[in-house]
């Protein structure tokens, strides 16, 4: 199984800033990643496919990269409404495995 | 518009038994895989289960493999959980989710969820 390790578990950001979250895969994913956006109470939003690709309707300010096992969500200027739990996933292999979230609060 | 729509959660006592159905519309269903993901309360996402388009390949968690048993009816559009042996570790909010053609397995589209006690 493929473990994900998403760092750091609570990051700490003023609106309007710029913000980078990781995700390191235990072994190659090549560049089968995809990150997600979850709010309370909410089902997870697709952000990011094939590690750098923008889902349909997510705005230009969030960004993937990375390959291999090196992977980073950068938020370029935050909004109010950025603010929430930011999951990793790999569909590489099987197992389908997700990091353990990064909650991305205001400070 | 893609509409997912998860039905047949509740409270179920340890060592029991429940069927998830996920009514799917909006696309072509038999066209794509389909997948269960779950999320225990408070807890992060943990993928489950996975049916191939046909329904001929699938795929499970560890943790649920020989207890949960995963179908679809292309003809109904709908996909279900079947859910056998249930401990309290099961408990959690069960989403249907799928992905796209260029992209089967990140998950584009997901239901409201439906939520799963086990409990005495």
């Known amino acids: 199984e493929i473990v994900m390790t998403q760092s750091p578990d609570t990051l700490s950001v003023s609106p309007g800033e710029r913000t980078t979250l990781s995700c390191r895969a235990s072994?190659?994913?090549?560049?089968?990643l995809a990150w997600y956006q979850q709010k309370p109470g909410q089902a997870p939003r697709l952000l990011i496919y094939g590690a750098s690709t923008r889902a349909t309707g997510i705005p230009s300010r969030f960004s993937g990269s990375g390959s291999v096992t090196e992977f980073t969500l950068t938020i370029s200027s935050l909004q109010s409404e950025d603010f929430a739990l930011y999951y990793c996933?790999?569909?590489?292999?099987?197992?389908?495995?997700f990091g353990q979230g990064t909650r991305l609060e205001i400070k | 518009e893609v509409q997912l729509l998860e039905s047949g959660g509740g409270l179920i006592q340890p060592g029991g038994s429940l069927r998830l159905s996920c009514a799917a519309s909006?696309?072509?269903?038999?066209?794509?895989?389909m997948n269960w993901v779950r999320q225990a309360p408070g807890k992060g996402l943990e993928w489950v289960s996975t049916?191939?388009?046909?329904?001929?390949?699938?795929y499970y968690a560890d943790s649920v493999k020989g207890r949960f048993t995963v179908s679809r009816d292309n003809s109904k559009n709908t996909l279900f959980l079947q859910m056998n042996s249930l401990r309290a570790e099961d408990t959690a909010v069960y989403f249907c989710?799928?992905?796209?053609?260029?992209?089967?397995?990140?998950?584009?589209?997901w239901g409201r969820g439906t939520l799963v006690t086990v409990s005495s």
């Open positions: 909006g696309f072509t269903f038999s066209s794509l895989a």
């Open positions: 996933q790999q569909y590489n292999s099987w197992p389908i495995t």
């Open positions: 989710a799928k992905g796209d053609t260029d992209s089967w397995y990140a998950f584009r589209d």
């Open positions: 072994q190659t994913v090549t560049s089968n």
């Open positions: 049916i191939r388009d046909s329904g001929t390949r699938t």
